[in-house]
């Protein structure tokens, strides 16, 4: 058995999203504007990309995905858990030309997609290295249903579910407004980014911040105030240290 890999056109389109990070700093910002529709569209996103240096939540991220594989016409459709809950996650499901369908979630910083058709010859549930930072993956099909458990170093390992049903873009767009609408306690940005000789996972989340490698999990020092924090976040992002500040600020005002 071997691994297979997405075919050329998914990867590169995926990999330009390799430097986005994932996070809900721009959407408390976006709640703040005074605009009705907190969901926004993808030439928005990018705008506001390019203007700040973030990018958004699992939502916003699926929404760009599913647009950019639209434009070269790789045929896709988003996936979602708890659609209009506060818990809700989505990703997107891509096909290959010959059908076989792949994994892609941006929200959950993945490094590339992976295989999850069990009629395919070379799919498999053995764990697998370099497709998540900092832990081997296996995928079991559930029939419509797929279960995701992350493996560690530490040996601690979590899980991710995912309803394979395609979800339509009315009922995708419905559940983003409702997440974009709803806002949580707790800031929280994650980034993949290189470390040694593996691609790692930096987290900040309720004012910890972390790093998970293959080497266990490093925790960071506290910083002081929402200015210190700033200073972090937008060196890992490469991002706009006050719009970052400001965001933060929201969450310390509101919360």
């Known amino acids: 058995m071997f691994i297979i890999f997405a075919p050329n056109q998914i990867l590169q389109t995926y990999k330009k999203f390799d430097d986005f990070p994932m996070e809900t700093l721009s959407k408390i910002w976006y709640f703040n504007q005074p605009v009705k529709s907190k969901q926004r569209e993808v030439g928005l996103l990018i705008e506001h990309r390019i203007r700040y240096g973030l990018s958004g939540n699992c939502f916003d991220l699926a929404l760009w995905l599913l647009d950019e594989f639209s434009k070269n016409k790789i045929h896709a459709y988003p996936v979602a858990n708890d659609l209009f809950t506060t818990d809700a996650h989505v990703a997107v499901v891509v096909l290959d030309e010959d059908g076989f369908r792949y994994l892609c979630d941006l929200g959950d910083q993945w490094i590339q997609p992976i295989l999850i058709d069990s009629i395919h010859p070379s799919y498999s549930e053995d764990a697998f290295s370099n497709f998540f ?83 266990g999990l490093m925790n960071e020092k506290k910083r002081n105030n929402t200015k210190e924090w700033a200073e972090v976040i937008a060196r890992i992002a490469n991002a706009d240290i006050n719009f970052i500040d400001q965001a933060l600020e929201m969450y310390k005002r509101s919360y």
């Not at 530490?154 to 995912?162: A, C, E, L």
């Not at 407004?177 to 000789?197: A, D």
């Open 133 to 215: 930072p900092a832990a081997k993956v296996q995928v079991k099909r559930m029939e419509k249903r797929l279960r995701v458990y992350y493996h560690r170093s530490n040996g601690k390992f979590s899980t991710q579910n995912y309803d394979l049903t395609p979800i339509s873009m009315e009922v995708f767009l419905k559940g983003a407004e409702f997440s974009q609408q709803h806002i949580s306690r707790k800031p929280l940005f994650e980034k993949r980014i290189p470390y040694k000789e593996e691609t790692a996972h930096w987290e900040f989340y309720n004012w910890k911040s972390f790093l998970s490698t293959s080497e």
